[in-house]
């Protein structure tokens, strides 16, 4: 199995989920995070007045996938989060050696 | 080393503290997140009336553990963490290659 | 590609980053997390009186990295969030089997 995770505007976790319906995926965690990329957070008026913004607000994404599924799931993921401006967003595939559904204790494949 | 990662139910955090401690294990991180399984969330009553809630606050737990003990960590926290009904969560496991106590500066199994 | 995870002291978030950036990375994610160690949380005076403080606020900081820059990075963190008390917090480092910069595309190391 394989975790997807993405680091995403909030804005897009909507299209990324329907996205992520639409392949068949059927779980997904999120969270409140913050971050910065290249631009080393951004400069925003406010206000009239011109803040330097250090961190931006954005939300970790983490779906558990089957392998075969991980590639779809990445494309996906990064197609739906996609605005075309900065900070869209990173999106990082990572191993994973086990998996249990808690209710039933089912493993592997079949916890997903 | 191992990092084992849970989704499991706020009402359950307790009880798989409990367990964790029980086995000897002596560190824990959790946070606050949301998400949704198979059940793609789920309809509940509230003040009478019926609403679709597409995500449901969960906490994620992650436990590093050394590689002896990761087996035994997340059986504990699936038996912790189980109510029997849906909603109850996922349990994964993920490599680590490297760990260090910041204060120390030990690594590796020391450092867990 | 490497994913380096740390649970640091609140406080010391602002000395990781100017650690991190005086090395050139360029990104980091940060999120809000509780935890204990070895102490298994502690106990504080508050308003006069000792409580059982039972899990600790603490701030999870992860960089995604090339595979050349892990230890550095992993010993740059260590370095700027101890402070020398119970406490200080945990790294670790994952591996990381792609990524992606959302807005362009790229993968690999080019999109970190
Ligand atoms: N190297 C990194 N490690 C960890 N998180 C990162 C890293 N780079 C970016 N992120 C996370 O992803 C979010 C969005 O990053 P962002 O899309 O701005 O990346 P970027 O490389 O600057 O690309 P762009 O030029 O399109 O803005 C950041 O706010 C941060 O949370
Ligand atoms: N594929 C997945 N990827 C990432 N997180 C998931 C996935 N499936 C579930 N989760 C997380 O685990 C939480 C609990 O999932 P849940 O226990 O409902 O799984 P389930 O497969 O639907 O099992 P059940 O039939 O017992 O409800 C979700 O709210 C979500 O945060
Ligand atoms: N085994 C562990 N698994 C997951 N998270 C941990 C673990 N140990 C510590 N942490 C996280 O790191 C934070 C800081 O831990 P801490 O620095 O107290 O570790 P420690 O081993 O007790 O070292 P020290 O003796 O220096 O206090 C904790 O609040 C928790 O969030
Ligand atoms: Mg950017
Ligand atoms: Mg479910
Ligand atoms: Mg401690």
Known sequence: ???VT???????VDEVRQSLT???VRGMTIADVQG?????GHTEIYRG??????????TRVEVLVND?????????IVSAARSG???DGKVWVTPVESV????TGETGEQAI
């Open 85 to 87: 401006r900065v900070g």
């Open 6 to 12: 993405a680091v995403v505007q909030q804005t897009r």
């Open 49 to 58: 007045a011109e803040y330097k913004v250090d961190v931006v607000d954005k």
């Open 68 to 76: 075969v599924d991980a590639d779809e799931v990445l494309r996906a």
């Open 1 to 3: 199995m394989k975790l």
């Open 22 to 24: 639409a392949l068949g």
């Open 36 to 40: 910065y990329g290249r631009q080393q």
């Open 100 to 103: 249990v559904r808690v209710r």
